[in-house]
């Protein structure tokens, strides 16, 4: 929606999974798991027009880093 492309690594979904799984709600707790996740990047993203990228790891998931961005005219990827 913002122009920006999101991408999970494959640890990501699984930590995504096994949070939802503990909660025991099924896609309602895969829900819940993403937004907490991610609810000050949905807020963020939409005014750093310079952002075409965001990926989602496992550290993410489990609140221990910050997703990594990608910027508009860098292929290199740089951290939030």
């Keep these: 929606m913002e122009g920006v ?5 494959e640890d990501a979904r699984v930590a995504v999974a ?3 799984l503990k909660r025991g709600t099924g896609a309602r707790g895969l829900r819940a798991v993403l937004e907490e ?3 000050d990047l949905m807020y963020e ?6 952002v075409v990228g965001c990926t989602i790891t496992r550290d993410v998931i489990n609140r221990k880093s910050e997703p990594i961005l990608t910027f508009r ?5 740089k951290e939030a």
């Design 5 to 9: 492309k999101l991408e999970f690594t």
């Design 45 to 50: 993203i939409p005014s750093r027009l310079e």
């Design 18 to 20: 096994e949070l939802a």
């Design 37 to 39: 996740s991610m609810m």
């Design 73 to 77: 005219g860098d292929r290199r990827r």
